[in-house]
Nanobody
């Protein structure tokens, strides 16, 4: 069965960097897309990115474009979200997600991890 496990969350000062990991099991990254979402207390869920391993296409939400990047390790079947120049507004629980397509990705994904907390504060 599809399983997603996030890690790498923590506290960081504004302007700092953090790398989140999404370890996937039960499927190959070549057959799925990996999305990152985040949700802060009192706010609606926000799409961060969608990554299609088959061709490397990557989509980012407007609030993180130019600051976040995606990479993958095919051997470990793991996708990484590199977050740079973090801002307090980036504070949220970040979720790794998976589905079959990045089409309309911001509307949601089929499979979700449990999330990892990122806190950006001075």
């Amino acid at each position: 069965q599809v399983q997603l496990v996030e890690s790498g969350g923590g506290s960081v000062q504004p302007g700092g960097s953090l790398r989140l990991s999404c370890a996937a099991s039960g499927f190959s990254l070549d057959n799925y897309v990996i999305g990152w979402f985040r949700q802060a207390p009192g706010k609606e869920r926000e799409g961060v990115s969608c990554f299609r391993s088959s061709d490397g296409d990557t989509y980012f939400g407007n609030s993180v474009k130019g600051r976040f990047t995606i990479s993958r390790d095919n051997v470990k079947n793991t996708v990484y979200l590199q977050m740079n120049r973090l801002e307090p507004e980036d504070t949220a629980v970040y979720y790794c997600t998976a589905d079959h397509s990045c089409t309309a990705w911001q509307l949601g994904m089929r499979y979700w991890g449990k999330g990892t907390l990122v806190n950006v504060s001075s």
